[in-house]
């Protein structure tokens, strides 16, 4: 079998997102075991919309 090889988020990207959708203050008092998983896949959702802009943007530009 073959795995996919994941690409991480940095921490500080993970704060903006998490203070983005306004959960950082749960992130900051239990750390990130403590949000919801509706939370943690509502950044993951993020992220990737993030990443598509910026692959859109870089197109444009090139």
Do not use: C, H, P
């Not at 090889?5 to 203050?25: N, V």
């Amino acid at each position: 079998m073959s795995r996919r090889r994941g690409t991480t988020m940095s921490e500080d990207l993970k704060y903006e997102i998490a203070k983005e959708l306004g959960f950082f203050d749960t992130v900051q008092k239990e750390g990130w075991g403590g949000i919801r998983a509706k939370d943690a896949g509502n950044m993951v959702k993020q992220a990737i919309k993030m990443a598509e802009q910026a692959s859109q943007n870089k197109s444009k530009d090139e």
